[in-house]
């Protein structure tokens, strides 16, 4: 038992004057954690040889205070952790869970001027988030890459924070340094495509797209953003190409279908078009959409009674087509029987889910060049006309002018 105590004294001495010098080199206070039960295990140790208090449970505690944490704390620097750091992250991420996020930013303060600590760091950016300091956010994760240089995902973190305050231009740079040293990164070529299609760099998008595409083959939330891309490079074959390709690998993608419908409009090709928005009738989103499609079509078709069917039923499943039909000269054969027929009481309609704002850019841009090459295609038959009927004028010019010169040899020659 004496020589137990013995060595137990010399160990728990020995771990004591370890951790002591750590608080001393490191001027740190944390160590005082570790070193007051080191202090109290000792001390009943000595109770236990002088006073005669033993106790297993005494005996627990002198070994958990006086070994084992400072083996453990020893174990843990030596594989290169901080165990003060690691204290108070925990620490800070215990108050923000109560809700004390000024006294957990206040120690991560301490840790960062002492440490200049990594963890310490991404806390504080989390911190300053979420009490909207962007622009402090945006530090802290900065300073978080130069320490580690592999962390990816603060890099994504900036670039979305640069995108939220309208920093466009350097949200777009940090995408492309994140995407250059990790091209996997799905996230990071989402987000690029995105702003590079709002800022109608779409050359630059498509190559983001076919990039992210070689490590996800079978996104088809990818190929359908390389299809809106393409569309608005008026390269209509290669996003028909690309909504195919979204449709086959999900068979309820109706955005791709409904995308389709526009492009057979355009082509001319009416019985795909009809086939793609029949489809699109199981959407929440598109189904009023689809209705009002499927209306042109059949006044196209001269198919009255469906026209009329199909313009109802949109104007029920969202109400502002009523003023589109009504102003749309398509729709002249059966004006008469829409605004009759169809209830405009608002609590009857139902709510109208709304599309992302990049799904209806690109629909509303497919609409216009149908109308456009609708226009140019009246404009042409118009010009037509009117070429023929400067000829004929001119054809019947000549001929008077012919009977004319007729008259007048004939008189002369009388």
Known sequence: MLIEKMIFNMLAFSLF???????????????????????????????????????????????????????????????????????????????????????????????????????????????????????????????????????????????????????????????????????????????????????????????????????????????????????????????????EKAAEINHKFYLAYYNLGLIALIEKDIESAEKFFYECLMSDELEAKAYYQLAKICVVRKEKDKAINFANKAIELDDTYLDIILNDDVFEPIKEHISVSVKLDASETKEVKKLKKEDELVQIYLEETYNLIEDLNDNEIRDRANKRVDEIFKLEEERRAKEVEKEEKDLNLN
């Open 17 to 243: 004057i370890i951790i002591f010098v750590k608080l001393i080199k490191k001027n740190d206070t944390n160590y005082l954690f570790f070193i007051i039960p080191q202090a109290l295990g000792i001390a009943l140790n000595f109770g236990e040889i002088i006073f005669g208090w033993y106790s297993t449970a005494i005996t627990i505690i002198e070994y958990v205070f006086s070994i084992i944490i400072p083996l453990i704390v020893i174990f843990v620097e030596l594989k290169g952790y901080n165990i003060s750091e690691i204290m108070t992250v925990s620490v800070a991420k215990v108050l923000i869970k109560l809700g004390d996020s000024k006294l957990a930013k206040d120690i991560l303060l301490n840790l960062v001027e002492k440490y200049d600590s990594y963890k310490g760091h991404l806390l504080l950016a989390k911190i300053y988030e979420k009490d909207g300091g962007m622009r402090k956010a945006i530090d802290e994760y900065v300073t978080a890459i130069d320490i580690n240089k592999q962390d990816y995902d603060s890099y994504y973190r900036i670039a979305e924070l640069l995108n939220e305050l309208d920093r466009k231009d350097e949200a777009i740079t940090m995408l492309n340094t994140l995407l250059k040293n990790k091209p996997d990164y799905y996230n990071a070529s989402v987000l690029l495509g995105e702003l590079l299609c709002n800022e109608e760099r779409f050359k630059e998008a498509v190559s983001v797209y076919m990039d992210a595409l070689v490590y996800r083959p079978t996104d088809y939330d990818l190929y359908y953003s390389l299809g809106i891309a393409y569309t608005r490079l008026n390269d209509f074959p290669s996003a028909k190409e690309c909504y």
